[in-house]
């Protein structure tokens, strides 16, 4: 029998995911008495923060929003996010003895009665309840334009950026709106390259405190959206760019945040536009897509949860479709703070749903 056959016995939940929301569900679930497990696809903790570029120092980072029950401690803002936030998760880990299954991968999520069947690469696993905690880091978003498979440089999103030493003396063309682009954009400068920035929307710079006001009504455009059964929008298209972040400082003082419009084709060398009276064509090294991520949630399609929007309806942390399955870290809870929130709520309707009666574990 291979490992993808093994059945791995009947839990009361499965937590997909181990980064901030995964570990918040998993410490309530724990609180709660009930029997679960969490399954992580990397190898060691730290969930996404592990494959953050080197130079993405702690200072830059929008914040890290302690886990529950302990807190986040005393760093170096000058230190890498990839090194700090990796160590606080794999203290908690074993501070709150959650044993965390990895490296496991969940190729699938289906109905089988009362039950949830959780296929993965180390076994099936059966449940009452899932936690879906799967952030976006494995489904990096790039948007087609003509002549990709014709440029002669390198394109790279996000989440293959390393630094930006690579682009010493060369141009590169940076591709979205968002602070990791304005990050970006600093960087190169400062290494000794040069860039052209381009964004579907003209940016908006907020030099204004992000006030807790706002960040409610912030959630709850994003609330609006899911409940809808609609694809949660990225956050920088609500907020809008602070001016105050260290990033988009820096690279004010760098003279990089003039912006163009997206361009109309990638060209053997570049990028063009065709717009009559105004063609142009800048010549590029590289092309730098920071253009976000989607969610990644393949592994639920056998449960059927996508409206005809593209999204799937949630109630809360709850998927409309179906009771059984909550999503964390997802819409309005893609936050440190927002996904603890989310593990909380999230466990309460779990422990509801399920009763004492109902409990996997009461069969087990």
């Known amino acids: 029998m ?23 569900a998993a410490y309530f679930l724990h609180r709660a008495g009930l029997r679960f497990v969490v399954l992580d696809a990397d190898e060691a903790p730290g969930g996404a923060w592990r494959h953050r570029w080197p130079t993405l120092l702690m200072e830059s980072v929008h914040g890290v929003h302690e886990l529950p029950g302990m807190a986040l401690p005393s760093v170096d803002p000058l230190r890498p996010a990839r090194d700090v936030v990796p160590a606080y998760f794999a203290a908690y880990e074993r501070a709150m003895e959650l044993a965390v299954e ?5 190729a699938s999520v289906r109905s089988e009665g009362e039950l949830l069947v959780v296929a993965t690469d180390s076994g099936t696993w059966r449940a009452s309840a899932l936690v879906n905690a799967t952030g976006t880091w494995r489904r990096p978003f790039i948007p087609y334009y003509p002549g990709a498979a014709d440029f002669r440089g390198r394109q790279l ?21 968002g602070t990791s682009a304005t990050h970006f954009l600093g960087e190169i400068a400062a290494a000794g390259g040069t860039t052209t920035w381009v964004t579907r929307r003209p940016p908006v710079f907020r030099d204004d405190e992000f006030t807790p006001e706002y960040g409610r009504a912030v959630v709850a455009q994003v609330e609006d959206r899911v409940r809808q059964g609609l694809p949660p929008q990225s956050v920088v298209s609500v907020t809008g760019l602070s001016g105050l972040a260290p990033a ?25 536009w ?9 010549h590029a ?15 639920l ?32 809870s893609a936050s440190t703070i927002g996904a603890n929130r989310a593990g909380r709520v999230a466990v309460h309707e779990i422990v509801e749903l399920l009763g004492e009666r109902g409990r996997a574990t009461a069969a087990a």
């Open 157 to 177: 999103h996000t989440a293959d950026y390393q630094g930006p030493d690579e682009f010493r003396g060369r141009h590169v063309v940076v591709v979205g709106g």
């Open 102 to 106: 990895r490296p496991v991968k969940v």
């Open 248 to 272: 988009v400082r820096r690279a004010r003082e760098l003279g990089v945040l003039e912006r163009l419009p997206m361009f109309d084709r990638i060209t053997p060398d570049g990028v063009a």
């Open 274 to 282: 065709d717009t009559a009276g105004a063609e142009r064509e800048v």
């Open 285 to 299: 090294d590289a092309i730098l897509w920071a253009t976000g991520f989607r969610a990644a949630l393949d592994h």
């Open 301 to 332: 399609a056998p449960l059927g949860l996508r409206e005809p929007g593209g999204g799937i309806r949630m109630e809360g942390t709850r998927a409309a479709a179906d009771p059984r399955i909550h999503l964390v870290g997802y819409g309005p």
């Open 2 to 24: 291979s490992d993808s056959e093994r059945d791995r016995g009947t839990v009361d939940v499965v937590v997909i995911g181990a980064g901030q929301a995964g570990l918040s």
